[in-house]
């Protein structure tokens, strides 16, 4: 049922059709006429009306009520099936990163040993070496959905078994909203246009895509940024530690794995500082 993006009332429907107001049907959208919420007096959904390009930008800018919008009224199959668009971005997505990851890796220092593995994919016919890393993002990529699918759609999740999480049994709604909050990395087609760092750009790229992915899980899932938080940092760690071990196996292990990397080791440090406060805090206990 699709629900009002300003309050998440659910609602009958969107919009009222009429058939002699604006010509053929669906011309234009002159002939529907938006429908008003009873709860809040707002129109139920002002992105009817809206084109891609305006909420490419709200995306941008991570207003709420674009993901509901997307997320619930528009994106949303029977028996949770992904939307034919939504399997065009994420191929689209793919081929960013491997681009990305490929142009980040040749731009960077490596240590000699990683230089050498990479001096030996370099020789390789181009064909090769993009399969490389294609399989090297097509797999961080995997792990990053699956990690945070199992945590949100599992009887066996730690966050349900727990209580701080409620079974969402849709993954693939999920793996939606993921793929969603992602469409910042189309950003690097500007480099057609502009030169500029691409390791400045992929760490920018990557907290960017991390604020829009905390964003949208809180709004898909109805959590708190707490959780939406943990469960996309599960994510950046489990993409890392993938891409991490495809480089190690192929003789690149100074490489760094993946554009999230600075999530994940921000994550892994504040860990590890609160790891330390801990211990000693329970030591100043005992001592005292």
């Given at each position: 049922m699709?629900?009002?993006?300003?309050?998440?009332?659910?609602?009958?429907?969107?919009?009222?059709?009429?058939?002699?107001?604006?010509?053929?049907?669906?011309?234009?959208?002159?002939?529907?006429?938006?429908?008003?919420c009873r709860n809040c007096g707002n129109f139920c959904?002002?992105?009817?009306?809206?084109?891609?390009?305006?909420?490419?930008?709200?995306?941008?800018?991570?207003k709420p009520q674009v993901y509901r919008h997307l997320l619930h009224n528009t994106l949303m199959r029977e028996n949770d099936q992904f939307d034919p668009s939504i399997v065009r971005l994420g191929v689209l997505l793919l081929l960013f990163d491997v681009y990305l990851t490929w142009a980040r890796i040749e731009k960077n220092a490596l240590p000699p040993s990683s230089s050498r593995a990479l001096g030996r994919l370099a020789e390789q016919p181009i064909i090769l070496q993009y399969m490389?890393?294609?399989?090297?993002?097509?797999?961080?990529?995997?792990?990053?959905?699956?990690s945070?699918?199992?945590?949100?759609?599992?009887?066996?999740?730690?966050?349900?078994?727990l209580g701080l999480l409620p079974r969402y049994p849709r993954p693939n709604s999920v793996s939606t909203a993921l793929l969603v909050s992602s469409s910042t990395k189309l950003f690097p087609i500007l480099m057609v246009i502009w030169e500029y760092d691409?390791?400045?750009?992929a760490r920018s790229l990557g907290w960017a895509v991390v604020a829009n992915n905390v964003e949208a899980l809180k709004?898909?899932?109805?959590?708190?940024?707490?959780?939406?938080?943990?469960?996309?940092?599960?994510?950046?760690?489990?993409?890392?530690?993938?891409?991490k071990g495809v480089f190690w196996l192929a003789g690149m292990e100074g490489v760094d794995a993946v554009g999230e990397l600075h999530f994940a080791s921000a994550g892994a440090k504040a860990a590890e500082v609160l790891g330390t406060f801990?211990?000693?805090?329970?030591?100043w206990l005992g001592a005292g």
């Open positions: 699709p629900i009002c993006i300003e309050c998440r009332h659910p609602v009958k429907t969107l919009w009222t059709e009429y058939s002699g107001a604006g010509g053929a049907k669906g011309g234009g959208g002159h002939n529907i006429r938006l429908t008003v959904d002002k992105y009817v009306e809206h084109d891609f390009v305006v909420m490419f930008i709200d995306l941008v800018l991570i490389f890393f294609l399989i090297h993002c097509t797999l961080s990529t995997l792990a990053f959905h699956l945070i699918r199992t945590l949100t759609s599992s009887r066996f999740s730690p966050l349900t078994l691409v390791p400045a750009a709004i898909l899932l109805d959590c708190g940024y707490g959780v939406a938080g943990f469960l996309t940092l599960v994510g950046a760690l489990s993409r890392w530690a993938v891409g801990l211990r000693d805090w329970t030591g």
